[in-house]
């Protein structure tokens, strides 16, 4: 088994240039075949339609549906008078609300497949495609408690232009906010894994089945974060180390459950920390992960073991 280190750990640019090949290679493998016009995969698409076949829905309704559409998009009422469940499920909306958002204004702003000379230019549509698989994903996380009428709803005209502008900006500049952005989402979802157990606790087959769909989500994330971190060199890794925590503080300040459900103090400490120990090991198993974050063990050579 090999052993992990820091997502900070240095590299050199023929070390990254290796990595990105073979990422290239394991996410075609995972994914499999760009459906670029429906921003989908091959085998994403079928993922998704077996749990559609096998569809899990929670026992009981929330307690209040009407509430959840009320506060979803933006939180109207006292986020204290929602009950956990709810609060919970407008928080994860909101959360894929910004990527859903993010990743929609970069594929007008990046080249199409057909247009992509080099490898990291295909990587980044491919990794769009993915993170539209995603929001597939969440949105069968709502389904699972009946809400069915869940609707993907731009942000303002403000942050929209935020994000289309930000994959125009220079690659130097744009990498290290990029890397920590997926860093965050994975501290995030460490942090949604945890909370399944306890706000659904009276849902396990409801609550079995979100976690399901999540580490679907997790496996993809924790190879993106490999792959963003392979964009950067020494100095951009010191500056994305800087930002972990203004970002991770600064993001989850503007969505009013957070405060109520997550342990933001811990999120930043396992972004600073991320050397992959926080992963299940079912999840880096069928991940990826850069060749300069990893220690293979030795294997003694048998000349060297018969001497
Ligand atoms: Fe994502
Ligand atoms: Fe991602």
Redesign the pocket.
């Known amino acids: 088994m090999p052993t992990f280190q820091s997502i900070f750990s240095p590299s050199d640019s023929r070390q990254r240039q290796e990595n990105f090949e073979a990422y290239w290679e394991f996410s075609q493998r995972h994914s499999g075949q760009i459906l670029e016009a429906q921003k989908d995969l091959t085998t994403k698409r079928d993922l998704l339609a077996g749990f559609q076949r096998e569809a899990v829905r929670s026992r009981k309704p929330l307690a209040d549906p009407e509430k959840f559409y009320r506060n979803y998009v933006k939180m109207r009422d006292d986020p204290r008078s929602l009950d956990r469940k709810t609060l919970l499920l407008t928080c994860i909306y909101k959360f894929a609300r910004h990527?859903w958002v993010g990743i929609s204004g970069a594929w007008d702003a990046i080249p199409s497949m057909a247009e992509a000379k080099k490898t990291t230019e295909r990587i980044s549509r491919y990794?769009l495609c993915?993170?539209f698989c995603?929001v597939r994903l969440f949105h069968e996380m709502f389904r699972t408690f009946h809400l069915d009428k869940v609707e993907w709803v731009p942000l303002g005209p403000w942050m929209q232009k935020v994000y289309r502008i930000f994959p125009k900006v220079p690659e130097s500049l744009m990498s290290p906010p990029a890397f920590v952005?997926?860093l965050m989402?994975m501290t995030f979802y460490l942090e949604l894994d945890r909370l399944f157990d306890d706000v659904f606790a009276d849902e396990p087959e409801a609550r079995d089945r979100l976690r399901a769909l999540l580490h679907e989500i997790m496996v993809?994330?924790l190879a993106?974060?490999g792959q963003?971190r392979n964009f950067i060199g020494a100095v951009g890794i010191r500056a994305a180390r800087r930002m972990v925590r203004p970002m991770i503080t600064a993001f989850f300040k503007d969505i009013p459950e957070a405060k109520y459900l997550l342990d933001i103090p811990r999120m930043v400490r396992e972004g600073l920390e991320f050397d992959y120990s926080v992963m299940r090991p079912e999840l880096i198993e069928r991940s990826w992960v850069p060749s300069y974050c990893r220690t293979e063990p030795e294997i003694a050579s048998p000349r060297l073991a018969g001497a």
């Open positions: 990527e990794h993915e993170e995603h952005s997926e989402g993809d994330e993106h974060i963003r």
